[in-house]
């Protein structure tokens, strides 16, 4: 699922492929990833203007245009491709946005869990405000307010997108293993120094995995053993645990965090 590394570099790759480039035309293949906005107006709103600087909010992309801005969520399998008008169309491209002469930037997403919206400002605000602080971006101080009071368990409250925004369940595991607590644990029971702690794990491995273009399957990660048949730890060698907490599959090291 699209984190917010994988978030960023889809950034990434709308300001390689389309920054200041005209919009020719819009072929949409799959109005189902389509949400409060037609086929018809999205060419009448966005045909004819640039894309200029883009945002990223979580898991959110902000595209704008200098006028309606449209906001990308990439839910499960959701990606932007940067392409040539000569490749074929792939089976999964939805929504397909053809810039100047040679290049395409394509909406590609297998399961359709999210999709597109073109808002205007207050439409924009409206759905942001209900998305935490970045975790990207966060400081100290509003993290610790993020979480202090919360009653649910340490990995429910870090991937709740109204509290913390960017999160998902495989970087929640990776920074949790990091700072040696327990995924179950109540959120609202740790000490400033655990709060501390945590949200310098999360801002080291964020950076580590942007760099990286998304959650890297590295050995030396709990990223890169949890998928084993029989997954150890990669600092102790202990067996690596399974349960399931949030309705989320979780692995963690009971030795590393007790």
Not at 213 to 232: F, N
Request: with cysteine; hydrophobic share 35%.
């Amino acid at each position: 699922m699209p984190e917010l590394p994988d978030v960023e570099g889809f950034r990434r790759t709308l300001v390689a492929c389309a920054r200041g480039r005209v919009i020719r035309r819009i072929e949409v293949y799959d109005e189902g990833v389509l949400h409060g906005v037609s086929r018809q107006r999205l060419r009448g709103e966005l045909e004819g203007r640039r894309f200029t600087e883009p945002e990223r909010h979580g898991k959110w992309l902000l595209a704008h245009t200098g006028g309606p801005t449209l906001l990308l969520h990439f839910g499960m399998t959701g990606r932007l491709v940067c392409c040539s008008p000569d490749d074929p169309v792939h089976p999964h491209d939805r929504v397909v946005f053809t810039l100047g002469r040679e290049r395409q930037l394509r909406y590609r997403d297998q399961r359709k869990l999210q999709g597109l919206w073109l808002m205007d400002p207050a439409g924009t605000e409206r759905i942001l405000s209900r998305q935490g602080p970045d975790a990207g971006k966060v400081g100290r101080a509003d993290f610790r307010a993020a979480l202090a009071g919360r009653r649910g368990s340490l990995k429910a409250v870090l991937m709740d997108q109204s509290v913390l925004a960017g999160l998902g369940n495989l970087l929640v595991d990776e920074i949790l293993w990091r700072t040696g607590l327990r995924p179950g644990r109540r959120a609202g029971d740790l000490s400033a120094d655990d709060c501390d702690r945590l949200h310098t794990e999360m801002r080291r491995t964020l950076r580590a995995a942007v760099r990286a273009g998304r959650v890297p399957p590295r050995d030396s990660w709990l990223t890169g053993r949890r998928d084993d048949p029989g997954p150890s730890c990669p600092r102790c060698g202990t067996p690596l645990r399974r349960t399931r907490v949030a309705g989320r599959g979780t692995v963690w090291c009971p030795r590393c965090q007790p």
